[in-house]
């Protein structure tokens, strides 16, 4: 899991049990006290046996976030590897 904080919102990269395995997600939150989380799932088209895969890339997906949008959205770096 890591945490990565921007200006208006804090998003944190985990591994959630799916039906058969698990799935990677970034959890974005704003800065509010009346905010809810926001899932997002990423790597989705690949399957995880392992937390820790899900995990290793929802970190991987978080590195490449360079900013959250106003409606809580993912904002890429498309040249991050």
Request: proline share 2%; glycine share 2%.
């Amino acid at each position: 899991m890591a945490i990565k904080h921007f200006n208006h919102h804090e998003a944190i990269s985990s591994a959630v049990p799916a039906e058969q395995g698990f799935e990677a997600v970034i959890a974005v939150k704003a800065r509010r006290e009346d905010a809810h989380p926001t899932f997002h799932k990423v790597a989705t088209e690949r399957h995880f046996d392992l937390a820790s895969e899900a995990e290793e890339a929802a970190d991987a997906a978080l590195n490449r976030v360079t900013e959250i949008g106003d409606d809580d959205e993912l904002l890429w770096d498309e040249q991050a590897v």
